[in-house]
């Protein structure tokens, strides 16, 4: 069987590079939301749903239900990285 007529061999499974990637971007705003101190935390707060509701929004679109895991991991994440710094401050 050649390569071309095996579909297996071109495909590339995505996985979980969605979800890792909105994560690394939700450490990144959440440094920098962090270092601005109590006003910080209420920008993180709103990043963090706006963040979350366009992951979801995309998920039909996109047709890769690893969308909906992202935007529920950022969502949960995010709301417990925003209580863990007020609790700290």
Request: proline share 4%; with cysteine.
């Given at each position: 069987?050649?390569?071309?007529?095996?579909?297996?061999t071109?495909k590339r499974?995505?996985?979980?590079g969605?979800?890792?990637?909105?994560?690394?971007?939700l450490?990144?705003y959440t440094?920098?939301c962090?270092m601005?101190g109590?006003?910080?935390?209420?920008f993180?707060m709103v990043?963090?749903?706006?963040?979350a509701?366009?992951?979801?929004?995309?998920?039909?679109?996109?047709?890769?239900?690893?969308?909906?895991?992202?935007g529920?991991?950022?969502?949960?994440?995010?709301?417990?990285?925003?209580?863990?710094?007020?609790?700290?401050?």
């Amino acid at each position: 069987m050649t390569p071309e007529q095996n579909p297996d061999t071109n495909k590339r499974p995505v996985y979980m590079g969605i979800t890792g990637v909105n994560i690394i971007i939700l450490v990144g705003y959440t440094i920098i939301c962090g270092m601005l101190g109590e006003e910080g935390l209420i920008f993180q707060m709103v990043i963090v749903f706006i963040h979350a509701a366009v992951c979801v929004i995309i998920a039909p679109f996109a047709r890769k239900w690893e969308w909906v895991l992202a935007g529920i991991l950022v969502l949960i994440i995010g709301m417990s990285s925003c209580y863990g710094l007020a609790v700290m401050l």
